[in-house]
């Protein structure tokens, strides 16, 4: 069988034993008789594995057992409206941390309902970096102060959650379940599974409930995080084989040591790349500056921007895939989502070698 290494910034690889199991459980789901993909989401079996799929996350992330966990549908996009919706209630205004394409887009989606600050951007120097200040900076009659852990596209990332007075929201989305993060100091954090967790479909949101007031008006039940806790996120059909991908993975990842293990794993493999691309004398370049550079995605270019596209071509032809940039940063990235192994990084740091090698 051929399998790409793919370095996808997603939906991304999922690890050979998810899908293995899910091959092999096909057609018949937890001795139903039937694929997952046919039983009802109000089914016992199915009502039980997604039980067991919250105690996974519960697990794998130290979520304090106060907070809520939701699985809702719409992907990380429809929390950068969800959130305002929910969490702005009077006070209607909000702080956000500028460090990329995706705290952009979230600030700008919180804009329609209410006033956004942001506190902090690196705009200037290109989203080379997350961007100094501290408490004083965040307006103590804020809602919340958002951030983005990881930028995707722009391959920048905290080190540790910033320093706040208000309540902290997170968008975790291509970084949760990749390094350790301290649920317990934030007020909500959002993910979609496509990048470390599983498939297209689904996004997990974990939150402090004291947080939540009254949405805001018009506010639909669907988008109301008090309806959904309520409704253990089935207020109406989930995203069923999503969410059964997203527990198969979950239970692969406490199986093979959780977080802390992963995350070792995904410092080695960052570590690995950045040394090629630093030690290339320019041949490659990432902009990042060293203290912010993503374990997750690395996006970079090459001297000779005419040579990116034999790159990518010469790749795809070694099975190295998914290496093509964000459309809104051109370049190249690449992606280190759990389920890339160190095996795969080597054989692309090889390849990256000896493109260099042979065009430098
Ligand atoms: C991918 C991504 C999103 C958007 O996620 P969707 O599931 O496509 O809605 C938002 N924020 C970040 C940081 C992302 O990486």
């Known amino acids: 069988m051929f399998r790409s290494l793919n370095f996808s910034a997603g939906p991304s690889a999922l ?56 699985l809702l549908q719409g992907g990380s996009y429809m929390q950068f409206s969800q959130v305002p919706l929910n969490l702005l209630q009077q006070k209607k205004t909000a702080d956000y941390i500028h460090t990329g394409l995706w705290s952009g887009q979230a600030a700008q989606a919180a804009r329609q309902y209410g006033e956004v600050r942001i506190i902090a951007s690196s705009k200037e120097t290109g989203f080379d970096r997350v961007p100094y200040f501290d408490e ?13 852990e990881n930028e995707t596209a722009h391959g920048v990332q905290f080190s540790v959650a910033p320093p706040t007075r208000v309540p902290l929201v997170c968008d975790a989305c291509s970084s949760l379940l990749s390094k ?65 991908v997203l527990g198969l993975t979950v239970d692969w990842l406490n199986k093979s040591g959780g977080v802390s293990v992963i995350y070792e794993i995904n410092k080695k493999k960052a570590v690995l790349l950045y040394e090629i691309i630093d030690e290339s004398k320019g041949f490659y370049i990432n902009r990042v500056l060293p203290d912010y550079r993503s374990i997750n995605n690395i996006p970079f270019t090459l001297a000779d921007p005419e040579l990116e596209s034999l790159f990518l071509e010469q790749a795809e032809n070694n099975g190295l895939h998914g290496l093509k940039g964000h459309s809104a940063t051109g370049g190249l990235r690449i992606s280190l989502y759990n389920a890339v192994s160190l095996a795969a990084v080597q054989t692309l740091g090889e390849f990256m070698r000896q493109f260099q090698r042979t065009h430098g």
């Open 15 to 70: 690890p050979m034993d998810v899908l293995l199991q899910i091959r092999d459980e096909f057609f018949d789901f937890a001795g139903t008789g039937m694929s997952v993909l046919e039983v009802s989401h109000r089914s016992r079996p199915f009502m039980d594995f997604a039980q067991r799929t919250e105690q996974g996350l519960r697990h794998a992330l130290g979520i304090p057992p106060a907070y809520q966990v939701l």
């Open 180 to 244: 350790p993060l301290d649920i317990g100091a934030h007020g909500l954090i959002y993910a979609s599974a496509q990048k470390n967790m599983g498939a297209a479909g689904v996004t997990v949101v974990v939150f402090d409930p004291d947080l939540l007031a009254q949405p805001l008006p018009g506010t639909p039940d669907l988008l109301d995080y008090a309806v959904q806790a309520r409704k253990n996120s089935l207020l109406n059909t989930p995203a069923t084989f999503s969410w059964y």
């Open 136 to 148: 004083t900076y965040i307006n103590p009659e804020a809602a919340y102060l958002h951030y983005t």
